[in-house]
T-cell receptor, first 116, second 114 residues
Framework: GAVVSQHPSRVICKSGTSVKIECRSL??????MFWYRQFPKKSLMLMAT?????????EQGVEKDKFLINHASLTLSTLTVTSAHPEDSSFYIC????????????FGSGTRLTVV | AQTVTQSQPEMSVQEAETVTLSCTYD???????LFWYKQPPSRQMILVIR??????QNATENRFSVNFQKAAKSFSLKISDSQLGDTAMYFC???????????FGSGTKLNVKP
């Protein structure tokens, strides 16, 4: 089956530094990848949608300059949290489509980011 | 705008019994899809079941079935013969046909007790 690997699973960084999270589709080509943020005991909120080779489309209210998304290949998308602050601490989940249709969504196992 | 509401923050069920999780949604769209996703303690989101709005027949996947009431905008999930491995957060989700965007509900935490 389709597998999406997300790395790291946990990361702690100091306030003011940047951290990169990787999302890889291991056995399929992901034309579109999605980044979600999940607050404790809350639902998933879509942050942005990225298509391979083009700029990401951000949801309203998401800071483009803080959350840099790159989708350079059909198997890799990265989310970089720049100048991280404690309020950026959260659980980040990526998802990828492999069929181009509504049934082809696979989620990564998420990254717990803690900014201290 | 689409909204998805799950009114049960937490539920418990005894192993082998049946439990129903509620979900309602609000949309002016006619063509859409509905999903139930499971998020176990590992945090991996797993698709449980999906339903196309144009299909009147309720979707079923082994022990999981839905009760889709389009007019009432209701989409409940029934889990039969509950197993310990069903313990997880369950999210109801909506997607407008042709758009790559999920609208998730706030989730229901299901505890299956031995």
């Amino acid at each position: 089956g389709a597998v999406v690997s997300q790395h790291p699973s946990r990361v702690i960084c100091k306030s003011g530094t940047s951290v990169k999270i990787e999302c890889r589709s291991l056995d399929f080509q992901a034309t579109t990848m999605f980044w979600y943020r999940q607050f404790p005991k809350k639902s998933l909120m879509l942050m942005a949608t990225s298509n391979e080779g083009s700029k990401a489309t951000y949801e309203q209210g998401v800071e483009k300059d803080k959350f840099l998304i790159n989708h350079a290949s059909l198997t890799l998308s990265t989310l970089t949290v720049t100048s991280a602050h404690p309020e950026d601490s959260s659980f980040y989940i990526c998802s990828a489509t492999h069929q181009g249709g509504v049934y082809g969504y696979t989620f990564g196992s998420g990254t717990r980011l803690t900014v201290v | 705008a689409q909204t998805v509401t799950q009114s049960q923050p937490e539920m418990s069920v005894q192993e082998a019994e049946t439990v129903t999780l509620s979900c309602t949604y609000d949309t002016s769209e006619n063509n859409y899809y509905l999903f139930w996703y499971k998020q176990p303690p590992s945090r991996q989101m797993i698709l449980v079941i999906r339903q196309e709005a144009y299909k009147q027949q309720n979707a079923t996947e082994n022990r999981f079935s839905v009760n889709f009431q389009k007019a009432a905008k209701s989409f409940s999930l029934k889990i039969s013969d509950s197993q310990l491995g069903d313990t997880a957060m369950y999210f109801c989700a909506f997607m407008k046909r042709g758009f790559n965007k999920f609208y998730f509900g706030s989730g229901t935490k299901l505890n299956v007790k031995p």
